[in-house]
């Protein structure tokens, strides 16, 4: 089974948007393409119904591929496609409904030693060099 995501590095005055889920895990907003949906859509969407966060696409930075099993046992492939996205909201509103707990705007370092997946690490890396060339 393939499953294909897309989400976001939101930036605000220099800082990262991130989401602790319930158990813990900080992470980037990003979620699963809905049907006749872009990859843009998807999101400037995801982003939204995580952090209530009003975005707006700045350039495309890249993607990762991983496996993983569901509960059920199914095997996985899952691409995940990240854009460099910058929101004037200072607020984050993180979506219990989603499993999220609260959320935050990060300097990327500080956001770098909270992410786990060195997946998301290297979107924040990607985005904090365009950060420091405005």
């Known amino acids: 089974m393939e499953e294909i995501s897309a989400g976001g590095v939101v930036i605000n005055n220099g800082n990262v948007a991130v989401l602790k ?14 049907k006749g ?23 495309y930075i890249g993607y990762v591929k991983y496996k993983y099993r569901h509960m059920d046992g199914t095997k996985v492939l899952k691409t995940v496609h990240y854009f460099y996205m910058v929101t004037k909201d200072n607020n984050i509103i993180p979506q219990r409904e989603e499993g999220f707990a609260e959320g935050d705007f990060m300097n990327p370092d500080k956001a770098l030693r909270y992410v786990r997946h060195s997946a998301e690490k290297n979107m924040i890396k990607t985005a904090k060099s365009f950060i420091e060339k405005r």
């Open 37 to 59: 949906e872009s990859l843009e859509e998807t999101a400037i969407r995801e982003v939204f119904e995580e952090s209530g966060l009003r975005a707006e696409i700045v350039k």
């Open 21 to 34: 889920k319930f158990r813990g895990e900080w992470v980037l907003p990003k979620g699963r393409v809905e």
